[in-house]
């Protein structure tokens, strides 16, 4: 069986990985863009998917100069462009099904 293991990070070893300041991460996790986890003691603690996140938000504020409600938008809609291409792509697939099935 194979076993998975998860990084955490506390608040400062996220800011480091990201290179976000704590003030910066405020608003980011104000505007939803990653959710941190709470331990029993009430703090923050992040998984790595959310450090792939910031960074990707980060490379985006640099390339586009938005700020952080700009970035928030965009990788929403980012993230509905994608799955809206994968239902487009599941529906193409049981199109090519049904239209396969009803010429036989």
Known sequence: MTEITVTTHNVSEFCFCTGVSEEDLLEIVGLGVIEPQLTSTRHWIFVDNDVVI???AVRLRRELALDWPGIA??????DDNNSLRSEKHRLEQRLAKFILNDLN
């Open 54 to 56: 910031v960074h990707r």
């Open 73 to 78: 938008i965009v990788l929403t809609l980012l």
